[in-house]
């Protein structure tokens, strides 16, 4: 077993051929158990933003459902050797959404709790925004938007090069996909056939500055994927049926990239930020906190 | 008589000769045939990832690869790596991942195509970007010495090339080169020119038309602006007390502004900037380039002339 910090949720762990190089192992968790993971993430989610005042809280709710169930039973993984040659990859091209990260990567003892404490903090590993140079764990230095499925793609043709079957997992936000880059690598990818490379699109439905409708319409998104070549599916990114269902999708899809559409909410579990533009990028005040903490069950009203 | 060559056919050779590395890999974006990195994928095709024409994506691609162990070589013209200069900004130079970039058919001497082509600010922007090495040939032999040390050198690079031939200035020695140190190609005690790319054979040119009038001048190959070779100048204003950059690039930002930077801060001397005057070429003959944008060699001369007399 790899998967260090494993005390209170590992049920099983299943062994897995990994090409010719290794035995890697990773683990699996009932959906109970990941439900409760991301609940715990969703706490330190708004705890970093929170003591920082600053970050991004409303994409890191959305993603995190995903995140979550993608790192506790796909992820093949050594929290303890981050490193390992022979590691999937987890890029997130949506690199301002690292609270959510920082928090998964917290919860799977990548780094610590204490860690989440330097998030946007002088000297801190949890950079503003994702950065392999800081922080154990984060496969690609994001943060500025369009770049991550570029990257990954670099990353899938270099493990086809090595006759490995690591595969590339990148998430993109919807908003993002308003970068010409990444239909350069949609392109790319579909010409090249990379069928590790398996992205996952959190279809939160808010940017920066207002809903996507309102600051460009991106109509019928899942056409444009197929139309690129792309095998799409569709799915509730807060239902973790549908998100086991969706991981499935990507996993048993080999012979061509793939990309699942997870419809999600901003800011999904605390009440005063879903589907409100305001919380994209701002902290919650000393009341909002207190009653994140209500909703997420930490204290008692 | 001097044997003509484009620094592009350095390059080309240089990336077929580092092919026994596995781990050497080439990123194309459908200029292939202009860069000549054509050869290695010829030979190499399962090593060579076509990435169409996306220069954007073409970096990034390189920085997963590069992130992954392996040493890739993306090419395209000069002008269009600057399309992605903010790929090479955040997903190259920030993480430190050696991706080797080069920009070929750069400077106002790639000619006929016009403005739109010529590169004259490639060698500026790059310079700005922590971590990146910065080079720009002046002939095939250099280009491909230079080439063949970055396998080894653990941090990205631009270098630009040319599309036109030049003269070959380093036959047979090859092994001088190295990254980071200028090369004296003339000495003189009177000025000292430093130069990179096509200018370099222009301002030996100019250093000919000086003796005529009993002016003699060192010459200096800076083929690498970043990191700059600060002790060879530093020598060179001991030796002849005024300086002259030549260029085939912006005045501003480029090797005038490099050799500026370290002479007001460290060593002050008398510099004149020999470059493009802040404009936009034009459609011309790589020599008519030289001649209406004032920077050939007569230009380069009369510079001496100037940065001697505030002696």
């Known amino acids: 077993m790899t998967?260090?910090?494993?005390?209170?949720?590992?049920?099983?762990?299943?062994?897995?051929?990994?090409?010719?190089?290794?035995?890697?192992?990773?683990?699996?968790?009932?959906?109970?158990?990941?439900?409760?993971?991301?609940?715990?993430?969703?706490?330190?989610?708004?705890?970093?933003?929170?003591?920082?005042?600053?970050?991004?809280?409303?994409?890191?709710?959305?993603?995190?459902?995903?995140?979550?169930?993608?790192?506790?039973?796909?992820?093949?993984?050594?929290?303890?050797?981050?490193?390992?040659?022979?590691?999937?990859?987890?890029?997130?091209?949506?690199?301002h959404a690292s609270p959510g990260m920082y928090a998964v990567l917290a919860e799977m003892g990548f780094i610590s709790h204490t860690d989440l404490k330097s998030y946007r903090v002088l000297g801190g590993v949890c950079q503003g925004h994702v950065d392999m140079k800081w922080c154990p764990g984060v496969d690609f230095s994001a943060g500025s938007l369009g770049m991550g499925l570029s990257f990954g793609m670099g990353c899938a043709v270099a493990a086809r090069l090595e006759d490995s079957d690591?595969?590339?997992?990148?998430?993109?936000?919807?908003?993002?996909?308003?970068?010409?880059?990444?239909?350069?690598?949609?392109?790319?990818?579909?010409?090249?056939?990379?069928?590790?490379?398996?992205?996952?699109?959190?279809?939160?439905?808010?940017?920066?500055?207002?809903?996507?409708?309102?600051?460009?319409?991106?109509?019928?998104?899942?056409?444009?994927?197929?139309?690129?070549?792309?095998?799409?599916?569709?799915?509730?990114?807060?239902?973790?049926?549908?998100?086991?269902?969706?991981?499935?999708?990507?996993?048993?899809?080999?012979?061509?990239?793939?990309?699942l559409i997870a419809h999600t909410i901003k800011g999904a579990g605390i009440s005063y930020m879903e589907n409100n533009p305001s919380f994209h990028g701002a902290a919650p005040n000393d009341e909002q906190y207190k009653q994140a903490m209500i909703e997420l069950g930490e204290v008692s009203a | 008589?001097?044997?003509?060559?484009?620094?592009?056919?350095?390059?080309?050779?240089?990336?077929?000769?580092?092919?026994?590395?596995?781990?050497?890999?080439?990123?194309?974006?459908?200029?292939?045939?202009?860069?000549?990195?054509?050869?290695?994928?010829?030979?190499?095709?399962?090593?060579?990832?076509?990435?169409?024409?996306?220069?954007?994506?073409?970096?990034?691609?390189?920085?997963?690869?590069?992130?992954?162990?392996?040493i890739p070589f993306a090419s395209t013209f000069a002008i269009f790596t600057e399309r992605a200069f903010e790929q090479m900004r955040n997903g190259v130079a920030r993480p430190n991942l050696a991706v080797h970039l080069c920009g070929s058919h750069g400077g106002t001497h790639t000619g006929t195509d016009g403005s739109s082509a010529q590169s004259i600010e490639d060698l500026a922007i790059f310079r700005t970007l922590p971590n990146v090495v910065v080079m720009h040939p002046c002939d095939d032999v250099s280009t491909k010495s230079l080439t063949m040390q970055l396998p080894e050198l653990g941090k990205p690079s631009y270098m630009r090339t040319a599309r036109n031939k030049t003269p070959v200035m380093y036959d047979g020695r090859e092994s001088e080169i190295k990254i980071g140190k200028g090369m004296i190609l003339?000495?003189?005690?009177?000025?000292?020119?430093?130069?990179?790319?096509?200018?370099?054979?222009e301002s030996i040119k100019a250093a000919e038309l000086l003796s005529n009038d009993g002016i003699s001048v060192t010459v200096v190959d800076m083929h690498t602006l970043k990191p700059?070779?600060?002790?060879?100048?530093?020598?060179?204003?001991?030796?002849?007390?005024?300086?002259?950059?030549?260029?085939?690039?912006?005045?501003?930002?480029?090797?005038?502004?490099?050799?500026?930077?370290?002479?007001?801060?460290?060593?002050?001397?008398?510099?004149?900037?020999?470059?493009?005057?802040?404009?936009?070429?034009?459609?011309?003959?790589?020599d008519e380039m030289l001649e209406i944008l004032e920077i050939s060699s007569p230009f380069i001369a009369d510079a001496v002339k100037r940065a001697i007399d505030r002696k």
Not at chain 2, 234 to 259: P, Q
């Open chain 2, 1 to 70: 008589m001097t044997r003509m060559a484009a620094t592009r056919d350095g390059y080309g050779q240089a990336l077929l000769d580092l092919a026994e590395n596995p781990k050497v890999v080439v990123l194309e974006a459908d200029l292939g045939k202009s860069t000549k990195s054509l050869h290695f994928r010829k030979a190499y095709p399962d090593r060579t990832i076509s990435c169409g024409i996306s220069e954007q994506n073409m970096l990034l691609v390189g920085a997963g690869l590069a992130s992954s162990g392996y």
């Open chain 2, 186 to 201: 003339r000495e003189g005690n009177d000025a000292a020119i430093i130069a990179c790319g096509v200018m370099v054979s």
């Open chain 1, 3 to 95: 998967f260090v910090n494993s005390k209170k949720i590992t049920k099983a762990s299943k062994v897995v051929g990994h090409g010719k190089f290794l035995k890697a192992t990773f683990m699996t968790m009932e959906i109970s158990e990941i439900k409760e993971f991301a609940r715990k993430c969703r706490v330190e989610i708004i705890k970093m933003v929170y003591r920082a005042q600053a970050g991004h809280p409303g994409g890191s709710l959305s993603e995190i459902d995903l995140i979550s169930a993608l790192y506790t039973t796909r992820m093949r993984v050594k929290p303890n050797d981050p490193k390992w040659a022979d590691r999937d990859r987890f890029i997130l091209s949506k690199g």
């Open chain 2, 228 to 286: 700059l070779d600060t002790d060879l100048i530093k020598s060179l204003v001991e030796r002849c007390g005024v300086i002259v950059t030549a260029e085939d690039h912006n005045i501003i930002g480029g090797l005038g502004g490099a050799v500026a930077e370290y002479l007001s801060s460290k060593c002050p001397a008398p510099l004149e900037i020999v470059g493009v005057k802040d404009r936009f070429g034009e459609s011309g003959q790589s």
């Open chain 1, 166 to 259: 690591r595969r590339i997992f990148v998430m993109l936000g919807d908003g993002e996909i308003q970068e010409g880059s990444i239909w350069e690598a949609a392109m790319a990818a579909r010409h090249h056939e990379l069928g590790n490379l398996k992205v996952i699109l959190d279809r939160n439905r808010i940017q920066n500055d207002d809903f996507c409708e309102v600051q460009m319409r991106m109509f019928d998104i899942p056409a444009k994927w197929k139309a690129f070549g792309w095998s799409v599916k569709e799915i509730d990114g807060h239902n973790m049926n549908e998100v086991m269902e969706g991981l499935d999708f990507l996993e048993q899809t080999n012979d061509g990239p793939s990309i």
